[in-house]
């Protein structure tokens, strides 16, 4: 999922499942002033890829899911004032 130029998107209560092992760029993006709150969900599976990515101003707000709240088999990152909560 990805969100860019002040857009917000809210994604909450879900149960998202990965089938296989897709191999991501990033599970969650956001980038110039975007938005990303994701808290209460669910994954299953797993992904080959980089967890988060928050740069530009963004937020990627997880409600404290922590830094591997996001399947992935590297760790996320932020830039350029972006946040990960």
Do not use: D, E
């Not at 709150?37 to 980089?50: E, I, K, L, P």
């Not at 101003?57 to 932020?78: D, E, K, L, Q, R």
């Amino acid at each position: 999922m990805s969100v860019a130029l002040c857009a917000t998107v809210q994604i909450y209560g879900r149960t998202v499942t990965l089938t296989g092992t897709p191999n991501i760029s990033f599970f969650a993006q956001a980038l110039l002033l975007g938005n990303l709150h994701v808290g209460t969900n669910t994954y299953t599976g797993s992904a080959s890829g980089t967890r988060y990515q928050s740069s530009g101003n963004s937020v990627i707000n997880t409600a404290g899911g922590g830094g591997s709240y996001f399947p992935g088999n590297s760790a996320g990152s932020t830039a350029t004032g972006g946040l990960y909560l």
